[in-house]
């Protein structure tokens, strides 16, 4: 599907805060691809596509990822919500015609982020926690700086604050926060 025909249908399906968010990771990406070499007609395209599953009910959320045999986990099933990523990709696969495996992979880890990860899932990651019509998360200035100057930093920082916000919560934590967390403050080089 061309670019143009993707954003009509994302906003006619996406609430109209969700596809202002969705246009606002899309810019950030873009901007980040920039500073960073990255490709980036893949990062506009990933960021676009990022929450496209995020308008399913839960309840069917659930019912497509059995029907197509995504694993997910106990966390998962309790708050199906976190199954947008994952699925996100599925649906960008089957309803928008990506094929491309790296933009589909980081449709697929953008909520949790995943150990080890390429440029552009780092990108979509980041630019989902702070695009410009964000305004909830502590420290966002701070975020935004780093984000340009150091991405794997800014990774980091976003981890420890949600896994802070998380906890504080009592809301469970997707395992995979915790595990990315831990791989990248290992691999640290100070
Ligand atoms: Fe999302
Ligand atoms: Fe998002």
Redo the contacts with the bound molecule.
């Keep these: 599907m061309k670019k143009d025909k993707i954003k009509e249908h994302l906003k006619k399906v996406l609430k109209p805060g969700r596809y202002e968010?969705?246009l606002g990771?899309e810019y950030t990406a873009d901007c980040l691809a920039m500073r960073y070499g990255c490709d980036m007609a893949k990062a506009d395209l990933a960021g676009l596509l990022?929450?496209c599953a995020?308008w399913i009910p839960n309840k069917e959320k659930v019912a497509m990822c059995k029907e197509r045999k995504i694993p997910f986990t106990q966390v998962e099933q309790e708050n199906p919500e976190l199954l947008h990523a994952k699925l996100g990709a599925e649906v960008a696969k089957e309803t928008y015609g990506i094929e491309d495996e790296e933009i589909l992979s980081a449709i697929r880890w953008?909520t949790t982020g995943k150990p080890d990860m390429t440029l552009l899932e780092k990108i979509i990651f980041v630019a989902?926690y702070m695009e410009p019509n964000r305004d909830k998360a502590p420290e966002l200035d701070k975020i935004r700086r780093l984000a340009f100057e150091d991405l794997d930093q800014c990774l980091i920082f976003i981890l420890k604050q949600t896994l802070e916000y998380l906890n504080g919560k009592t809301a469970s934590c997707d395992p995979m926060t915790l595990e990315t967390y831990h791989y990248y403050t290992k691999h640290e080089v100070q």
Excluded: A, G, L, Y
């Design positions: 968010h969705t990771v990022h929450d995020k953008h989902d």
